[in-house]
């Protein structure tokens, strides 16, 4: 069973999109007057139109509503984030999104990973195995990421594709 909307805060956490992300979505938006130069009931946006994160504010203290710029409808509207899908996070098959991260290391050997998509900067407080690779690292703000296999010697910064694992 999911929580109503009225139990839900948003607000509590980050956004799940970002500026510039190309979302999809997830339902039909009618104009409900608030659109103007457009009828009462027609509709703004089809399920499956392709848009892009321009704005992100709140509503009711409780809510991210997006500005979706709807470039080939011509409209901007504002979602919410269960109303859209993003286009530029990719997930495997056990849900785990796959991101691009770059993972650099200072010169007294600490780790450190960016996450653009993001706009994060973390530490890497743990890391499973010593040669790095093909193993996990755990970030300063808990998350897990799962790096791919490669070289011991590979050069940073270097900007790869690693799986966020989910939470237990």
Not at 55 to 60: M, T
Not at 147 to 159: H, K
Request: net charge negative; hydrophobic share 35%.
């Amino acid at each position: 069973m999911s929580a109503r909307d009225s139990e839900v805060v948003e607000l509590d956490g980050p956004p799940q999109f970002t500026y510039g992300e190309k979302v999809i979505s997830r339902k039909y938006v009618k104009n409900d007057g608030t659109y103007p130069l457009r009828d009462i009931g027609e509709v703004l946006v089809h399920k499956g139109d392709v848009g892009y994160v321009t704005s992100i504010g709140s509503f009711l203290q409780q809510f991210y509503i997006y500005g979706v710029d709807f470039v080939d409808r011509g409209c901007l509207v504002g979602m919410k984030g269960r109303e859209l899908e993003s286009l530029d996070q990719t997930s495997n098959e056990k849900g785990e999104s796959i991101m691009k991260i770059t993972l650099r290391k200072d010169k007294n050997g600490n780790l450190s990973v960016y996450v653009p998509k993001k706009d994060l900067e973390q530490d890497v407080v743990f890391t499973e195995k010593a040669t790095l690779w093909g193993g996990q690292i755990t970030l300063g703000n808990g998350w897990k990421l799962q790096l791919p296999e490669m070289a011991v010697d590979t050069p940073m910064p270097i900007t790869i594709e690693a799986t966020k694992l989910n939470e237990e």
